[in-house]
């Protein structure tokens, strides 16, 4: 893009001017040096750019001057017409942990809260902490009832994993340092997605005799309209279980 740069890899193209993709795609920093932009079903932003005219022989220059890994492949822009572009691989950015830095909308917006100091943004969610009376009954319902994986770590710490994320566990009174300043059992609020269907999760739950507070209802999550039941863990801890609908 104009003033970055790896500007000059585009040589003598023709500048058409600026453009945005649809609202289809998530923005990484490859180490700081180019953008890595890939598609996503759900979640995605609308990203800037800008649109060149090439001929063949730029075309064949600018391809051999990109950085490794990138390759080209259409976007979708937000009038609905698609562009060439250069796409970095999904896989490769899990895997390297490059930044998500979809939230600036662009890359040299991105670049440019470099030069006058970086700001936080979170990406995800790694971890949650629940203080726990009895550990060996929270571990059998989050196990049992809920599918996670228990996991020992650490100096005798135990975590309950799904996805990509893990509940870590404190008993109470046992609480391992830092920990919050209010740490108590019963006072967790959370929300966990499954892909199985909600009736599916209520025919489980009767199953098992854990009672149902509430739902299914129609419930507004962080990634859109969930439909979700209510119950309680061992610690009397509110747990939505939720299908994403959209």
Not at 98 to 116: E, M, Q, R
Not at 165 to 193: M, S, Y
């Amino acid at each position: 893009m104009r003033g970055q740069p790896d500007h000059q890899n585009l040589g003598e193209a023709t500048f058409l001017g600026e453009a945005r993709t649809a609202p289809r795609y998530r923005l990484h920093s490859v180490a700081d040096k180019h953008p890595g932009i890939y598609e996503i079903e759900t979640g995605g932003v609308s990203i800037a750019g800008e649109l060149y005219e090439f001929t063949p022989e730029q075309h064949r220059a600018l391809l051999a001057s990109e950085p490794p890994d990138l390759y080209e492949g259409p976007v979708v822009l937000d009038d609905g017409t698609s562009a060439p572009a250069m796409i970095y691989p999904r896989r490769l950015i899990e895997e390297r942990a490059y930044p998500d830095v979809s939230a600036f909308g662009g890359w040299a917006a991105y670049k440019a809260s470099l030069a006058k100091g970086r700001e936080v943004t979170i990406d995800s969610l790694d971890h949650f902490v629940l203080t726990v009376r009895d550990l060996g009954a929270t571990i059998a319902f989050y196990r049992d009832v809920l599918g996670m994986t228990p996991e020992r770590f650490g100096e005798g710490r135990t975590a309950l994993k799904f996805g990509k994320q893990k509940i870590n566990l404190h008993v109470a009174g046992r609480e391992f340092e830092p920990k919050a300043h209010v740490a108590l059992p019963g006072t967790a609020d959370v929300c966990f997605l499954t892909s199985v269907p909600i009736a599916d999760v209520v025919a489980s739950l009767k199953r098992r005799g854990i009672p149902i507070v509430e739902g299914p209802v129609p419930k507004t999550g962080a990634q859109g309209r969930l439909n979700s039941v209510y119950v309680r863990d061992p610690d009397q801890n509110l747990v939505e279980i939720s299908n994403l609908i959209g």
